[in-house]
């Protein structure tokens, strides 16, 4: 569930640059495409069952409430208008957006550099006495799960076995095999 999350995330913020260039090349329309981003992000982080979507959300109503009159950038003194207003308070709330995302990203990151780490020392312990060479073409989940439990053999990996056994989704696990094999025949 990590890798599906990471990888789900990732996807949203590769789209990010694209919606702030319409802020750089002065979209009238760029508040729109920020919600709609935002949208896309919330309907995601829901499937995820995230609670960052409670951020997304808000930061969708922030912008909203521009067009009633709200002023969340905090401008003050002369007359500014609400697509002004809008288009900043839409500029900071991706601002606050991605850096929430990107924060979620790298613990995600460090949680699976553990599992990484410890799987590694699980296939240096085995390379030896298991066979570590993939079938040609697409390799089914079912090969992934034969190894898994091939490592779970060796006394040597036995311990780190329950460490990731109980740590990691089985996702998550032919994740970061596959990772770490495709490293190992580079």
Do not use: C
């Not at 995330?9 to 935002?38: E, K």
């Not at 969340?72 to 207003?85: D, F, L, M």
């Not at 699976?112 to 060479?133: T, Y």
């Not at 740590?167 to 190992?184: K, Q, T, V």
């Amino acid at each position: 569930m990590l890798a599906l999350t990471r990888e789900s995330l990732t996807s949203h913020l590769m789209a990010l640059p694209s919606v702030v260039d319409r802020y750089v090349s002065g979209d009238a329309a760029f508040a729109d495409h920020v919600l709609s981003w935002l949208a896309d992000l919330q309907r995601t982080l829901t499937q995820l069952r995230s609670p960052l979507v409670s951020l997304v959300a808000t930061g969708r109503s922030s912008i909203v409430a521009v067009e009633d009159g709200a002023n969340p950038v905090g401008a003050t003194g002369g007359r500014v208008s609400r697509r002004k207003t809008q288009r900043a308070a839409a500029s900071m709330i991706l601002d606050k957006v991605d850096d929430a995302i990107r924060a979620k990203v790298a613990e995600i990151d460090a949680r699976l550099d553990v599992g990484r780490e410890r799987i590694a020392q699980m296939l240096a312990v085995g390379h030896s006495q298991i066979n570590l060479e993939r079938p040609e073409g697409d390799v089914p989940p079912a090969w992934y799960n034969t190894l898994w439990a091939q490592l779970g053999q060796i006394e040597a990996a036995r311990d780190a076995h329950v460490f990731i056994s109980s740590s990691y989704s089985a996702s998550d696990r032919r994740y970061l095999l596959e990772d770490l094999l495709d490293r190992m025949s580079d």
